[in-house]
């Protein structure tokens, strides 16, 4: 599975980005779409996920700001970020899980917030 996510880039305190995460390849039953971040210095972490039921988890820290969401057709995910902080800089990867225990990984986009 090739993972090709797009949407990063410099916003001001307060602004939105949505990235996009795009699956393609030999794609197996995807069982679960994840966003991570890892920020400089820091363990990478988990944003959102959703999975193929359509439940859905985000981080205490961007609840109510951030929204994630797919297009199956598409085998795309998105992540609407919303009231963007400083803090929420980082490079933003996306996560697909296949139902027969793979793992893959985007390679992915920098999301800066300046104050």
């Known amino acids: 599975v090739q993972l090709q996510a797009s949407g990063g880039g410099l916003v001001q305190a307060g602004g939105s980005l949505r990235l996009s995460c795009a699956a393609s390849?030999?794609?197996?039953?995807?069982?679960?779409m994840a966003w991570y971040r890892q920020a400089p210095g820091k363990q990478r972490e988990l944003v959102a996920s959703?999975?193929?039921?359509?439940?859905?988890s985000y981080a205490d820290s961007v609840k109510g700001r951030f929204t994630i969401s797919r297009d199956i057709g598409k085998n795309t995910v998105y992540l609407q970020m919303s009231s963007l902080k400083p803090e929420d800089t980082a490079v933003y990867y996306c996560?697909?899980?296949?139902?027969?225990?793979?793992?893959?990984w985007g390679q992915g986009t920098l999301v800066t917030v300046s104050s």
């Open positions: 996560n697909v899980r296949g139902a027969s225990g793979t793992s893959s």
């Open positions: 959703i999975t193929s039921g359509g439940s859905i």
């Open positions: 390849g030999t794609i197996s039953r995807i069982v679960l």
